[in-house]
């Protein structure tokens, strides 16, 4: 069965520290992964991408990573602000022959504070 | 472009009641998914089309919910009748297969209040 486990569930952390969210998967066929922030209320939003053969990609602050052997990302957030307060989705792609489909893990809600 | 749209935003109806929600996808995008979220399940996967075709419904929970894409600009998730359980965010995506990285967008999402 496709799946996509998050850790942790939930998460407080005091602005300007770093944290790392971690995604387990077991998805076939593979295709990408994807990090999503969600802010409440709102619908969500692509963070990074990244295929199999890659194994670090950067957005600003954000840096995913990806072991293709152990199935396993992680999402760390560098210099946290108030603004980081949101969930954080981790999202495996399946591609096969009728199409593509997205796999949602339960995603990683984050408090920052002051 | 303006995005995935979706319509109404809040939905509160009574239970019985049929309820229908609105997508109008990204124009161009071939893929078009709706999802369910509840603080429960997460993020789970109704249903997607491909060049308007329904690819894979397995995820749709039972046989109150059907979903058209009668064109490429426009489709409906329908639930018949409404219960008190099906309350959550209904989100509808849309993407463009261009290879691996295609990227999938989202609307805002429709808060369905069933009571």
């Known amino acids: 069965k496709n799946q996509v486990e998050q850790s942790p569930q939930s998460l407080i952390i005091l602005e300007g520290k770093n944290c790392t969210l971690q995604?387990?998967?077991?998805?076939?066929?593979?295709?990408?992964l994807r990090w999503y922030k969600q802010d409440t209320g709102r619908g969500p939003v692509s963070l990074t991408i990244m295929t199999f053969s890659e194994n670090t990609k950067s957005n600003g602050r954000y840096t995913a990573t990806l072991d293709a052997d152990t199935k396993q990302s992680s999402l760390h957030i560098t210099a946290s602000q108030l603004s980081d307060s949101a969930s954080y989705i981790c999202?495996?792609?399946?591609?096969?022959?009728?199409?593509?489909?997205?796999?949602f893990g339960k995603g990683t809600t984050l408090s920052v504070s002051s | 472009d303006a995005g995935v749209i979706q319509s109404p935003r809040h939905e509160v109806t009574e239970m019985g009641q049929e309820v229908t929600l609105r997508c109008k996808p990204i124009s161009g995008h071939n893929s078009l998914f709706w999802y369910r979220q509840t603080m429960m399940r997460g993020l789970e996967l109704l249903i997607y089309f491909n060049n308007n075709v329904p690819i894979d419904d397995s995820g749709m929970p039972e046989d109150r919910f059907s979903a058209k894409m009668p064109n490429a600009s426009f489709s409906t998730l329908k639930i018949q009748p409404s219960e008190p359980r099906d309350s959550a965010v209904y989100f509808c995506a849309s993407n463009q297969e261009t290879g691996t990285l295609s990227e999938a967008f989202f609307g805002q999402g429709t808060r369905l209040t069933v009571v």
């Open positions: 995604c387990n998967y077991t998805v076939s066929p593979f295709s990408n």
């Open positions: 999202v495996v792609s399946i591609k096969n022959q009728a199409g593509t489909a997205l796999i």
